[in-house]
């Protein structure tokens, strides 16, 4: 079993849908979690950065945590062309195996179109 | 000016060669990372380095071998290439160790004939 689990989609909307995208862990020493968004050949683009369990809102984007169920999540209002991606979820542990590299789920692709 | 930039951006070469990859950061972080990411997207941590000293070394083949000249430098040699090695190979940098998010290059794209 994987550390990180992502529902690798494909995942397709019509412009100005709310996206969900999420992910779950089984290892409780993860404490910070981050979500990416990649561009076809590009680099992975940090969109998102939270630690512990709790919402944080930027623009159009918000990130949940609930780290009682292993569960976060990434939701984006009012989707645009622009945000079709890979959005990959990543996390990282305070301590132990884990520490100071970033595990990550396989990515969801998403496409919205017009 | 990129923040982390990887040369070269494609790199298509024969099975049994050996080729480097090089990575340069201007963000004036300690810590540096190659990561590979496989036919399916998936990203997986190979090495990390911090102020030129190996930190972390994953189960990654000795043909693998990781050098940071200085810590804005982290270049990765390989050996005798397999066609297994194909994939996109990332190099990433951070402040310093630690939980801090990462940054990263545009890849590079590896192709074993």
């Known amino acids: 079993q994987k550390e990180v689990e992502q529902d690798p989609g494909p995942l397709s909307v019509p412009e100005g849908a709310i996206v969900s995208l999420n992910c779950t862990y089984s290892?409780?020493?993860?404490?910070?979690f981050m979500w990416y968004r990649q561009y076809s050949r590009k680099g992975p683009e940090l969109l998102m950065y939270t630690y512990s369990s709790g919402n944080k809102e930027d623009g159009r984007f918000t990130a949940q945590v609930d780290k009682s169920s292993k569960y976060i999540s990434l939701f984006i209002r009012d989707s645009q062309p622009s945000d079709s991606a890979t959005y990959l979820c990543?996390?990282?542990?305070?301590?132990?195996?884990?520490?100071?590299?970033?595990?990550f789920g396989q990515g969801t692709i998403l496409t919205v179109h017009p | 000016d990129t923040a982390v930039s990887q040369t070269p951006k494609y790199l298509v070469t024969q099975m049994g060669n050996d080729k480097s990859i090089k990575c340069e950061q201007n963000?004036?972080?300690?810590?540096m990372y190659w990561y590979k990411q496989d036919s399916k997207k998936f990203l997986k941590i190979m090495f990390s380095y911090n102020n030129k000293e190996l930190i972390i070394n994953e189960t990654v083949p000795n043909r693998f071998s990781p050098k940071s000249p200085d810590k804005a430098h982290l270049n990765l040699h390989i050996n005798s290439l397999e066609l297994g090695d194909s994939a996109v190979y990332f190099c990433?940098?951070?402040?310093?160790?630690?939980?801090?998010?990462?940054?990263f290059g545009d890849g590079t794209r590896l192709s074993i004939l």
């Open positions: 990433a940098s951070s402040p310093f160790i630690g939980n801090q998010p990462q940054h």
């Open positions: 963000l004036g972080h300690d810590t």
């Open positions: 990543a996390m990282s542990a305070t301590g132990g195996t884990s520490y100071g590299k970033l595990t």
């Open positions: 290892n409780s020493a993860f404490q910070y």
